[in-house]
């Protein structure tokens, strides 16, 4: 498992710059699924089996975008002005590496702070590929970057940049690889454009028109000093999402997964995530809507470079996921 987040999180792709994660996850999956299917958006939609007895159309949604910048302008002493993609944070990009998708790396420096206890805006940085003129600057405007951090194995910790989400794309793909006789038809798709706005999982469950739609993503913890307050610690388990910022996942399916995991004793936590949303808000309410929900990895530093996470709430996601879509799913 941490050999796959590993080649999963080192991987660049910003939202709308998906191709190269994309290829190598469909290298993961390509074994194992029925159909593949790359639609318009860059989704990677992967069906496996048909709908049995007491079975339903299922979309797991995980995705494979992650935050980055863009240059907005190139100055005369080569340094590269940029924008945000996706919920990048300000006091996170001072002193980062970023890594474009031509490979180009550079570091984000600012102009000098009056206040050495203020904190850079976005528009007071710029990212330094060690030019000295446009002409010499290997990137240009409209070119994306992702923060670039190697994977770190801390044994039960794993911190990286794009935890948020590779680490559930890991996840969908080694519960795609357990799952043998399901009664459900499965559709794990590979999002785009979630931290720009949910994007690919709004065509995608679309284009799908599941009955059921479940999404894997990041949640934040409360286990750090001082920090937020919210009952979820990292190594509890994975975390069953009942609110986030966007959504009130379907009482009937946090009942399911509960119950699933209890069954199967797989220690979870109750997620009450009160900024933020993932991909089962787009499912939740395509066409006419759909019940929906989420099992989220608690992490630490959501949105930084680096992303902690515990890898057995990772391998307990795998084991409630591939549980509970091996099963009939009752809503009731
Ligand atoms: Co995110
Ligand atoms: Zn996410």
């Known amino acids: 498992m941490k050999s796959l987040i590993k080649k ?36 990677l939609i992967i069906k496996k089996g048909e709908k049995k007895e007491g079975g339903l159309r299922v979309m797991l949604s995980a995705h494979i975008d992650e935050i980055g910048v863009m240059v907005t302008h190139v100055d005369k002493n080569g340094f590269a002005r940029f924008t945000t993609i996706g919920g990048v944070r300000p006091h996170t990009c001072y002193g980062s590496r970023v890594r474009f998708l031509n490979g180009s790396a550079g570091v984000i420096g600012g102009e000098r702070l009056e206040n050495a206890n203020h904190v850079h805006t976005i528009e007071s940085m710029y990212i330094d590929l060690g030019a000295s003129n ?9 070119d994306v970057a992702a923060f670039d951090r190697p994977f770190e194995d801390l044994g ?3 911190i990286s940049k794009a935890m948020d989400d590779r680490v559930c794309s890991a996840i969908l793909i080694e519960t795609l690889k357990l799952v043998k006789n399901s009664p459900h038809e499965l559709f794990f798709v590979f999002s785009t454009q979630e931290e720009v706005g949910l994007r690919g999982a709004t065509t995608a469950a679309y284009a799908i028109d599941p009955d059921l739609g479940i999404a894997a993503d990041v949640t934040m913890s409360g286990d750090t000093p001082r920090g937020i307050k919210m009952d979820i610690s990292l190594g509890k388990g994975p975390a069953i999402k009942v609110k986030d910022g966007g959504m009130l996942a379907d009482p009937r399916l946090v009942d399911a997964m509960v119950q699933c995991a209890v069954k199967h004793k797989i220690p979870y936590q109750m997620e009450v995530l009160l900024g933020g949303t993932t991909d089962a808000k787009a499912m939740q309410i395509s066409r006419a809507g759909m019940p929906a929900g989420c ?25 409630l996921l591939s549980a509970l879509i091996s099963e009939p799913i009752k809503l009731v």
Do not use: W
Request: hydrophobic share 35%; net charge negative; proline share 7%.
């Open 8 to 43: 999963l999180v080192e991987t660049v792709g910003p939202s709308g710059y998906e191709s190269k994660i994309r290829e190598v996850i469909r290298g993961e999956v390509e074994g194992f699924a029925d159909e593949i299917q790359v639609d318009a958006m860059g989704n």
């Open 134 to 142: 446009p002409e010499d600057c290997p990137v240009k405007v409209g």
């Open 156 to 158: 039960n910790r794993v």
């Open 295 to 319: 099992v989220s990895v608690p992490t630490r530093y959501v949105h930084t470079p680096s992303e902690m996470v515990d890898i057995n709430d990772v391998n307990n996601a795998v084991k």
